[in-house]
């Protein structure tokens, strides 16, 4: 890439990953139009900003209040090229309809949490630092807190959530404990939930485990509670809708889950052919709607892995939407 790219000013909110190769696969250039579907601390969003210049223009969304607050505090030198809106990422288009908007050039989504959502012990996410039992991204579209969510839970279903969303070995028992120690009011913060989690796992278990248990645990079910895997898939299929043929879509995520579901959605778009195996020809005529650019995703360098470990697990994945004939 070349030096000529000016990374946006760090952030104690959320320190954004992997921008100079998505600014490269977004063709990002001025008179453009950019949707970023996860604002977060509107890191990306300034960067495509900056190399928008001078007129370029960026929609940001978010499920999360604090995050249009911060971003929009953020972006606000940008003026009238910035404009935020309090969304899930699933209602894109609506969203873009409601803006008069046909089509944006291009497309960023950057999967999952920010570091201050899970550095806010008041949000409850975290394990290290007690808070409420909430873990809510935003107040929007009547997700339960976390409390509310333990109360219609039992263990099988609990067990699958944690062994599912957080591939947790030894998930039954932790699911036992959690509800038994739930139902008789000794969970009431998230510090509690992660001592019983943490004290469920057999010793042996725990001295081969190389991550906290309470990680896993916490993950899964805050991708439970907000209904993560669902949303994104629908953001898939919603984005080729909302990106002018010829523009490109970024997708990055930090979960192998989430990153099935991106490499199957793309996968689908770019070749959506229903007809059975062995047929001469389709008929069909479903067309493809996506060219998938990067085959194998992509990865964060070295240096930016060091400067910034949550980097690691980031995979990009860019395609490039079709026009429809
Ligand atoms: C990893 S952070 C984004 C960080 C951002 N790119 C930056 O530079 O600061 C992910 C953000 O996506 C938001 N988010 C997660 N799921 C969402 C959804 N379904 N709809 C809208 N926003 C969502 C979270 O609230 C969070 O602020």
Known sequence: MSSSITL??????????????????????????????????????????????????VIGLDRDPEAILEASTRLAPFGDRFQAVQSNY??????????????????????????????????????????????????????????????????????????????LKGSYRVAKAIISAFSAGKITNTGELSQVVVSAIQPGLMRRMNINPATLAFQALRIAINDELSHLREAVYSAVECVRPGGYIALMCFHSLEDRIVKQGFRHLANPCECPPGLPACVCHKQPRLEIVTRKPLKASDKECEANPRARSAVLRIAKVLPTT
Do not use: C
């Open 90 to 167: 699933s209602a894109m288009r609506t969203v873009l309809d409601d803006l008069g908007i046909d089509f944006v050039d291009g497309l960023l989504l950057d999967a999952g949490v920010s570091s201050h959502q899970l550095d806010d012990a008041d949000r409850g996410f975290s394990f290290r630092n007690s808070g409420p039992l909430d873990m809510r991204m935003g107040p929007d579209d009547n997700t339960p807190t976390l409390e509310q969510f333990l109360h219609t839970q039992d263990e099988e279903s609990l067990a699958k959530i944690l062994k599912e969303y957080g591939e």
């Open 8 to 57: 946006p000013n760090a952030s104690s909110y959320h320190v954004p990953i992997m921008v100079e190769q998505i600014l490269q696969h977004l063709h990002v250039s001025a008179h453009h139009t950019y949707l970023d579907a996860t604002l977060g601390g509107g890191g990306h969003s300034e960067a495509l900003l900056q190399h928008s210049s001078p007129d370029g223009k």
